[in-house]
């Protein structure tokens, strides 16, 4: 287990205050949370749980997804490729099992990330959950195709974001992040879009389009070909977007994308992100979560600051 | 089970095998006791995490590697330099820092008075030292490896090759069904190529003797968040994506459907 974040900070009894952040209707210890299916509890083994924020659970859908067929990952260059096919046990099961066993464990605020193919059936999911008690808000995963939009997927349509997420918001007083691709043409539009039907906050980047190809056969490495990109090869990519995105909106970002290191939270912040998610980087270093909120708590204890002193102050 | 942990050991020993194999040794009380055939560890040479843009190289990940021998907290990982993340690995020394996460994964099932045939290709043969360690001295053992030349075989009770140049000429499975009537067998744990462990199935199958196979995946948590390195198990209609990582590496061996990866 790591060190207790009390003890690290006994000297100055500031340094919680100076971590504080808002996500929307949430407040937040730390700016840290994680991103979705890159981290359950057995993370919570490896450092003090106190770190994160708030915790973000893999994404779950109506119906089980028995997911992608093998291979489903590839580590590239810089940076990893995943075709997992979004696998989880369905909403009941969710609900069933895992639920109770996160409010028994979780002391920070529980997001839980769905999605769905149609808009029916994410307000019919929103309206489950709804009734459950010990979540504190959502994410909602628009990367997925849309049944009632010939596949295409939902996040990349500014009205039918819109449409979206303006029916989910008229159903919960909760924290409604919306969970944005990268896979565009103008996030910023889309944001925007999410924000004026209701969304209290954004979440961004999902992964990239990525592949990689056996150069000696000619096989691709991922079974289904194209693959979703993450790690830290995408983050100048993400912290492009934070920035676009943060120029646009008011509501806060939670930003991801390639963050491995407390400087890259740093950037992140400075580009206008309210709070942080690791994703890759949980999967790289155990203890990645750790030395990010320590590293940024001695960054802002040594200079007197708070988050919200440098939040989007990037200088151009 | 208990939940993998996070350490950092130094490494004790390094002991030279064939060209391409190595062991690595670390001391781990508590984990010597509580570990067991057929579980792995995520190892990797100890980086410079905390801050990758400082130290200015991009950090990969852990890689799985199963637990070839336990002498009471004296852990060795006898591994094979086939790729990047191994390679990284066999440049360590006596006194290098390993990462670790583990123990992981559930192990073979030990069970009293059987008679067992263990059968291991190429780098499957590791976990089935610290197997056979555990079941000699309440069965008969029996043990059948393969591997495609002289530098791919280790000690055991019978050596198949694909060049000939020790022991049997030809793949380790072509003596299966003799060897399982021979000795009486009862229980089969295999640990190797995945067509190696289908073609192992089939004859088990066919003469339903009970079979534990011990599976390799592409890993990227290596403790059953992330969903990656699945294989469907369960029958031929009714299926599901079992991690590796978790649910395995041993599986029983008819219950993964060998054609579906």
């Known amino acids: 287990m790591g060190t207790h974040l009390s003890e690290i900070f006994s000297q100055s009894l500031t340094a919680r205050e100076q971590l504080k952040t808002k996500l929307g209707v949430l407040e937040l210890n730390t700016p840290l949370t994680v991103a979705s299916?890159?981290?359950?509890?057995?993370?919570?083994?490896?450092?003090?749980?106190?770190?994160?924020?708030?915790?973000?659970?893999?994404?779950?859908?109506?119906?089980?997804?028995?997911?992608?067929?093998?291979?489903?990952?590839?580590?590239?260059?810089?940076?990893?490729?995943?075709?997992?096919?979004?696998?989880?046990?369905?909403?009941?099961?969710?609900?069933?099992?895992?639920?109770?066993?996160?409010?028994?464990?979780?002391?920070?605020?529980?997001?839980?990330?769905?999605?769905?193919?149609?808009?029916?059936?994410?307000?019919?999911?929103?309206?489950?959950?709804?009734?459950?008690?010990?979540i504190s808000g959502y994410e909602v995963n628009i990367s997925c195709p849309n049944v009632e939009n010939e596949g295409i997927a939902f996040g990349i349509s500014e009205e039918i974001v819109y449409k979206l997420v303006q029916?989910?918001?008229?159903?919960?007083?909760?924290?409604?992040?919306?969970?944005?691709?990268?896979?565009?043409?103008?996030?910023?539009?889309?944001?925007?879009?999410?924000?004026?039907?209701?969304?209290?906050?954004?979440?961004?980047?999902?992964?990239?389009?990525?592949?990689?190809?056996?150069?000696?056969?000619?096989?691709?490495?991922?079974?289904?070909?194209?693959?979703?990109?993450?790690?830290?090869?995408?983050?100048p990519t993400a912290l492009a977007l934070t920035y676009k995105t943060a120029q646009a909106v008011k509501i806060p970002i939670l930003a991801?994308?390639?963050?491995?290191?407390?400087?890259?939270?740093?950037?992140?912040?400075?580009?206008?992100?309210?709070?942080?998610?690791?994703?890759?980087?949980?999967?790289?270093?155990?203890?990645?979560?750790?030395?990010?909120?320590?590293?940024?708590?001695?960054y802002l204890l040594a200079r007197n600051l708070k988050l919200q002193d440098i939040k989007g102050g990037v200088t151009i | 089970m208990n939940n993998p942990q996070y350490r950092q050991r130094a490494i004790q020993a390094r002991e030279e095998l064939t060209d391409d194999y190595f062991i690595l040794?670390?001391?781990?009380?508590?984990?010597?006791?509580?570990?067991?055939?057929?579980?792995?560890?995520?190892?990797?040479?100890?980086?410079?995490?905390?801050?990758?843009?400082?130290?200015?190289?991009?950090?990969?990940?852990f890689k799985p590697i199963s637990i070839y021998d336990n002498q009471g907290g004296r852990i060795g990982f006898m591994i094979k330099n086939v790729g990047k993340?191994?390679?990284?690995?066999?440049?360590?020394?006596?006194?290098?820092?390993?990462?670790?996460?583990?123990?992981?994964?559930?192990?073979?099932?030990?069970?009293?008075?059987?008679?067992?045939?263990?059968?291991?290709?190429?780098?499957?043969?590791?976990?089935?030292?610290?197997l056979q360690k555990e079941l000699i001295?309440?069965?008969?053992?029996?043990?059948?490896?393969?591997?495609?030349?002289?530098?791919?075989?280790?000690?055991?009770?019978?050596?198949?090759t694909e060049d000939g140049s020790i022991g049997k000429k030809g793949r380790v499975c072509d003596g299966l069904k003799e060897n399982i009537a021979k000795y009486d067998i009862d229980i089969v744990y295999s640990c190797g190529p995945l067509p190696m462990l289908a073609a192992a199935t089939a004859i088990t199958q066919e003469l339903a003797i009970e079979h534990y196979a011990s599976l390799e995946a592409?890993?990227?948590?290596?403790?059953?968040?992330?969903?990656?390195?699945?294989?469907?198990?369960?029958?031929?209609?009714?299926w599901d994506y079992l991690r590796v990582c978790k649910e395995g590496p041993v599986f029983k061996a008819e219950e993964v459907r060998w054609e579906l990866i």
């Open chain 1, 37 to 134: 299916g890159t981290f359950d509890l057995e993370n919570l083994e490896f450092f003090d749980p106190s770190c994160l924020g708030a915790f973000v659970c893999k994404t779950i859908t109506k119906e089980p997804q028995k997911g992608n067929p093998q291979p489903r990952l590839y580590e590239t260059e810089a940076g990893l490729l995943n075709s997992i096919g979004l696998q989880n046990p369905g909403l009941d099961l969710f609900i069933a099992e895992k639920l109770p066993k996160y409010r028994e464990v979780l002391e920070m605020p529980l997001i839980v990330s769905f999605s769905g193919s149609s808009i029916d059936e994410f307000a019919e999911i929103l309206m489950r959950l709804e009734a459950c008690s010990g």
């Open chain 1, 167 to 235: 029916r989910l918001s008229s159903m919960t007083e909760r924290e409604l992040c919306i969970k944005l691709s990268p896979n565009v043409t103008d996030i910023a539009a889309i944001a925007q879009a999410a924000e004026a039907a209701g969304a209290s906050s954004i979440a961004l980047i999902n992964t990239l389009y990525g592949m990689a190809i056996d150069y000696q056969t000619g096989v691709s490495r991922i079974k289904k070909g194209i693959a979703g990109y993450s790690g830290i090869g995408i983050k």
């Open chain 1, 256 to 298: 991801m994308g390639g963050i491995y290191s407390w400087q890259d939270a740093l950037e992140f912040i400075w580009a206008g992100a309210s709070a942080i998610a690791i994703g890759t980087a949980n999967f790289v270093n155990p203890l990645s979560a750790f030395e990010i909120i320590m590293g940024l708590g001695e």
């Open chain 2, 25 to 61: 040794w670390i001391w781990d009380e508590a984990w010597g006791a509580a570990v067991r055939p057929g579980q792995f560890f995520e190892i990797r040479a100890l980086a410079s995490l905390e801050d990758a843009q400082v130290a200015g190289h991009i950090p990969k990940l």
């Open chain 2, 85 to 130: 993340g191994t390679n990284a690995l066999s440049k360590l020394r006596a006194g290098d820092m390993l990462e670790l996460l583990g123990p992981a994964g559930n192990g073979f099932p030990v069970y009293r008075g059987k008679h067992a045939l263990l059968i291991s290709g190429g780098i499957g043969y590791p976990p089935m030292w610290y």
């Open chain 2, 137 to 160: 001295n309440h069965n008969q053992v029996y043990w059948m490896h393969g591997g495609a030349t002289q530098g791919d075989t280790f000690p055991c009770d019978e050596i198949f």
């Open chain 2, 218 to 238: 592409y890993m990227a948590c290596g403790i059953g968040v992330c969903y990656g390195c699945v294989i469907p198990v369960g029958s031929a209609l009714n």
